[in-house]
């Protein structure tokens, strides 16, 4: 990330690019499209024989390029990011309990069905943070096209070892999940799902994020953890959580973190987003 990226998020003056603009007309370069981009270019006289297309032949090639839709290249219904908080608040039962409920869920077979049985593929990419310099994507984006695929991220997840132990910069947390959206697949619906225990402490609070960044399309959902803070379900709830359909998780502890995050993730997956569901709260912002 620029440094004019990072001054301008906390609060700072910075370049004019510093906007985070989720937007769906990002450039996506292949490999391929770059050799192709390096090729020299071709000489007068092609270009001269190129020119010599007939009128009919042109007005025909026009008419197929506005019949033919374009589809996204991968189909996919959602993509979905998982923050998940490593603050040092979070002691290491509690990580374990904070991963191993991510694991379970994605093992659960009502999960599964809801991933796999309805039309177009889901994205999951996953990422750990804490202090207003510590977020790290611990998954990158993956394509949920079958068993197997899911599979594949529950082991990499049994792998992981903590990322950090710092403070808790919700804010922080908020723009990392909203600039990883950027680089998902192109996909129908995009969420962010943040889980937390505690409030921002280090950094931009999300108020700020939300003033200077357009999340633009992405729902953000919380799931707060309780046991340390009075009322954090009342900070997730009017500070944390955004956009179309946006919702609030509570478990009393994180020794209930894996029921709960569960059925966020099953409410995530299926009438949460694609039934138009109405959201715990009033539009925030």
């Known amino acids: 990330m620029s440094g004019a990226l990072e001054a301008l998020c906390d609060g700072h003056s910075g370049g004019s690019d510093a906007a985070l603009s989720p937007g769906r007309g990002a450039r996506i370069v292949t490999a391929a499209q770059e050799w192709r981009d390096k090729l020299p270019s071709a000489p007068y006289p092609a270009i001269m024989r190129g020119r010599a297309l007939t009128l009919p032949l042109v007005v025909l090639l026009l008419a197929m390029a506005i019949a033919t839709p374009v589809r996204p290249a991968t189909e996919c219904r959602l993509a979905l990011a998982l923050g ?3 603050s040092r608040s979070v002691t290491d039962p509690a990580y374990a309990l904070q991963v191993e409920g991510v694991r379970a869920a994605l093992a659960d077979s009502a999960v599964r069905r809801a991933i796999l049985e309805p039309q ?8 750990e943070w804490s202090g207003r310099w510590e977020q790290t994507v611990v998954i990158g984006w993956t394509l949920l096209r079958n068993e197997a695929d899911i599979d594949a991220v529950i082991a ?3 792998a992981l070892e903590r990322s950090f132990r710092g403070f808790t910069a919700v804010g922080r947390a908020l723009f990392f999940g909203g600039r990883l959206l950027l680089g998902a ?3 129908a ?3 962010l ?3 937390g225990d505690g409030r921002n402490n280090d950094g931009p609070d999300p108020a700020r994020i939300y003033e200077r960044f357009n999340f633009g399309d992405i729902t953000v959902n919380g799931l707060a953890i309780g046991g340390l803070e009075i009322g954090l379900l009342d900070y997730y709830a009017n ?4 956009g179309p359909g946006a919702f609030v998780e509570f478990a009393q502890d994180w020794r209930d973190f894996p029921p709960v995050f569960r059925r966020k993730l099953l409410r995530e997956l299926t009438a ?3 039934a138009a569901a109405q959201p715990q709260r009033p539009t925030l912002r």
């Open 239 to 242: 500070e944390v959580i955004r």
């Open 120 to 127: 177009g593929v889901v994205a999951l990419a996953v990422y």
């Open 156 to 158: 990499e997840l049994g």
């Open 84 to 86: 998940l908080d490593v």
């Open 272 to 274: 949460g987003l694609f």
């Open 193 to 195: 799902d943040l889980s």
């Open 189 to 191: 619906a995009r969420t």
């Open 185 to 187: 697949p192109d996909c």
